[in-house]
């Protein structure tokens, strides 16, 4: 392969690993709002219920929105190692790299992340916020219902 047709796939491919890093951040949007709207609603129907086990399962969607959120980053994520290389190639000219391969790196970076790499996400603030909240609120006004500090 010429130069050019290098330097012109591995662009292509550059705009392309940036529009999917993008779109991931506008679904990221619509989970935080799935949890926000679900949980928070839970959390109220709880006290117009007079049913402190749907503060349990508004604490518990909380937590499963957190979880999706986290691995919805750790695949955005794994594409941040390709558009390294690739800049890295525009910044210094290095000859190794070979376009047209997203899918490989993305899964090679993936796979190597692991669960450290989903426990570290999760505690990124942009990540935990606003699920953590909602999840501890729920867990607190359940224990202040068991304990009859607080009546529901």
Same mark, same amino acid.
């Given at each position: 392969?010429?130069?050019?047709?290098?330097?012109?796939?591995?662009?292509?491919?550059?705009?392309?690993?940036?529009?999917?890093?993008?779109?991931?951040?506008?679904?990221?949007?619509?989970?935080?709002?799935?949890?926000?709207?679900?949980?928070?609603?839970?959390?109220?129907?709880?006290?117009?219920?007079?049913?402190?086990?749907?503060?349990?399962?508004?604490?518990?969607?909380? %937590?499963?929105?957190? /979880? =999706?959120?986290?691995?919805?980053?750790? $695949?955005?994520?794994?594409?941040?190692?390709? #558009?390294? *290389? !690739?800049?890295?190639?525009?910044?210094?000219?290095?000859?190794?790299?070979?376009?047209?391969?997203?899918?490989?790196?993305?899964?090679?970076?993936?796979?190597?992340?692991?669960?450290?790499?989903?426990?570290?996400?999760?505690?990124?603030?942009?990540?935990? %916020?606003?699920?953590? /909240? =909602?999840?501890?609120?729920?867990?607190? $006004?359940?224990?202040?219902?068991?304990?009859? #500090?607080? *009546? !529901?």
């Amino acid at each position: 392969m010429d130069e050019f047709t290098k330097i012109q796939l591995l662009k292509e491919e550059y705009l392309h690993l940036q529009n999917i890093i993008e779109r991931f951040n506008g679904r990221v949007i619509t989970i935080k709002s799935w949890s926000i709207s679900f949980s928070l609603t839970a959390l109220g129907s709880a006290f117009v219920s007079h049913s402190s086990l749907v503060l349990l399962i508004a604490s518990l969607s909380s %937590l499963l929105f957190w /979880i =999706i959120e986290g691995y919805w980053k750790t $695949f955005q994520y794994a594409y941040y190692d390709r #558009i390294g *290389k !690739i800049e890295k190639f525009f910044e210094k000219g290095t000859k190794e790299i070979v376009p047209l391969q997203i899918g490989a790196s993305w899964y090679k970076r993936w796979k190597s992340g692991g669960l450290k790499r989903l426990v570290k996400i999760l505690f990124w603030p942009h990540v935990a %916020l606003p699920h953590v /909240i =909602i999840f501890f609120i729920g867990v607190i $006004f359940y224990i202040l219902n068991l304990f009859k #500090i607080i *009546k !529901i």
